[in-house]
């Protein structure tokens, strides 16, 4: 056992002794399909404190040949796979995290000899006989494979923290890419390379040194999707497992969607959730919410009115196949939007290609973030949700009608010239209001569409659900008698409590706003 060949099972059986621990040992059901094929390249990249690391620990503990493997992984899932017995500890594991090489190094040239210094003292310890060239990596591992015909698995964890730390170095980027070409590509020593961190990997510019790795992402996680986060059931468990909550559990931290899995929890938010026995913001104490603010400030066409729809709880559809894959080169504010997807600011919906703030905990993240720097409408409006919330459920249309008058966006950061608009407006306003409720935008009635309705979370069923109605240069009679006279209050047949109808309008000679609202106190069934 070395320090980087063989580390052992140590870290791997941290994870599985937490009070929470969440198997997701199948995953080395894939690895071990794609086990010295063409396909043994693998490259996850996920957000922070999304697993990755825990994931790197358990495929190094699996594979190496100096691990208990059988102590470790004989109660989980893995086991009752008909593959379990065949690939596990027989194999020589190389882990690296290069973060802990970058932090310590003065330039690319001292980081990748000092790699490639490490690891020759651990093979050479292991295997002291006489070699053709000991100073040549790939030598030595070429010569203990002819000799032992054991491959071997290699595994990298935070594999972009170059990229993402010397986002100016472009020669520092090509010559690490180089080093990882010349040692991994077409070499029959390898086994399997796995590979993980948060930005993908196939497209640095022109230099495509690494397009021989499949890619699992948050745009495309394919095969590996329910190894993202925590499903649905895995969540469910927990809940009843700690007396928790679902419904809130999925108010702050579901929301990435995947077609192979469905819905998809941050993980690490859902562990803290579950021991501290309380709902909050956890994953992105991570880090400050200024890493997120330097992306929604940038000054593309359309990304600030972009910004301002999804946190009215809008989708955008975006292109993210010309994003060049680094946190420096951005063309337009899709590029932009589709870095913050891997980066888990934004979730993903792959049928639609439209992007969204996937829950609470993020939604808080954006709301930290306009602070200043020429959003200070968006915040004004933030800061004054729960004032108008409580307005609106008392009835009192005035204020709630200034409310939403504070909350108006000037064009200088969305047109405001329609109901679309319009309904941004509201939604920003109400926004603390997710908490309590699930809105909805264009609300199906069977006579049309309600523009906006909120429906109290089961947890705060004691609430009136609201449907509020949309006019623009009308009356707010006329929003009113439009919910009456197509009877939208039956759409909601299932939900037995009250319901408040609210109409505003937005006169455009005064540019004033206007609201009615009324109780509607028995919904038909």
Not at 109 to 137: C, G, T
Not at 139 to 155: G, H, L, N, S
Request: net charge negative.
């Amino acid at each position: 056992m070395g320090m980087y060949l063989n580390p052992g099972e140590d870290a791997f059986c941290e994870a599985v002794n937490s009070p929470i621990y969440v198997d997701k040992s199948e995953l080395l059901s894939y690895t071990n399909s794609v086990f010295k094929t063409a396909e043994k390249y693998v490259c996850v990249s996920r957000p922070r404190r999304f697993g990755k690391s825990m994931a790197a620990n358990m495929v190094s503990a699996y594979y190496d040949r100096t691990a208990d493997a059988d102590a470790i992984f004989a109660p989980l899932k893995i086991a009752q796979h008909d593959d379990f017995a065949k690939h596990r500890g027989k194999y020589d594991v190389i882990k690296l995290n290069i973060q802990d090489f970058l932090s310590c190094a003065d330039d690319m040239d001292s980081l990748l000899l000092k790699i490639q210094q490490v690891l020759l003292r651990d093979l050479m310890r292991e295997y002291p006989d006489n070699y053709f060239n000991p100073k040549d990596l790939r030598e030595v591992m070429a010569d203990i494979y002819a000799r032992t015909k054991r491959p071997f698995v290699i595994v990298i964890d935070e594999w972009d923290c170059v990229f993402r730390e010397y986002t100016e170095r472009k020669d520092w980027q090509e010559k690490y890419l180089d080093f990882l070409r010349a040692w991994l590509k077409d070499k029959t020593y390898v086994g399997l390379a796995y590979m993980t961190g948060i930005l993908p990997i196939k497209k640095y510019g022109t230099h495509s040194a690494l397009n021989m790795f499949a890619e699992f992402s948050m745009i495309e996680a394919g095969m590996l999707a329910e190894f993202v986060g925590f499903t649905e059931s895995e969540v469910k468990d927990l809940c009843k497992r700690y007396n928790m909550d679902l419904e809130m559990c999925k108010t702050w931290y579901d929301g990435y969607r995947f077609d192979e899995v469905g819905s998809v929890y941050s993980p690490r938010s859902v562990v803290q959730s579950m021991r501290n026995h309380k709902y909050g913001t956890y994953w992105n104490r991570t880090e400050t919410f200024e890493a997120l603010k330097i992306y929604i400030d940038l000054d593309y066409d359309g990304l600030r009115e972009a910004i301002i729809a999804l946190m009215s709880g809008a989708e955008r559809r975006i292109e993210t196949v010309d994003f060049a894959n680094d946190m420096k080169t951005f063309r337009d504010a899709d590029d932009v939007l589709t870095l913050l997807i891997h980066l888990g600011y934004l979730g993903y919906d792959n049928c639609t290609k439209s992007v969204f703030i996937p829950n609470q905990e993020i939604r808080y993240e954006y709301a930290n973030a306009v602070r200043g720097g020429g959003w200070d409408k968006i915040a004004l409006a933030i800061k004054t949700s729960e004032q108008l919330m409580q307005a609106t459920l008392s009835m009192d249309a005035d204020a709630v009608a200034k409310g939403i008058e504070a909350a108006h966006i000037e064009t200088s950061h969305l047109q405001y010239n329609d109901e679309n608009a319009l309904s941004y407006t509201i939604s920003l306003a109400y926004y603390t209001a997710r908490q309590k409720y699930l809105p909805m935008r264009e609300f199906p009635t069977g006579k049309g569409f309600a523009d906006i309705v909120f429906l109290p979370r089961p947890h705060y069923a004691s609430l009136p659900a609201l449907i509020i109605e949309l006019k623009w240069d009308v009356t707010v009679k006329a929003a009113i008698s439009q919910i009456q006279e197509k009877n939208y209050p039956k759409s909601l047949e299932d939900y037995t409590g009250s319901v408040l109808l609210v109409g505003i309008n937005y006169d455009k000679t005064s540019k004033k706003h206007e609201c009615e609202i009324i109780k509607h106190t028995k919904v038909e069934k």
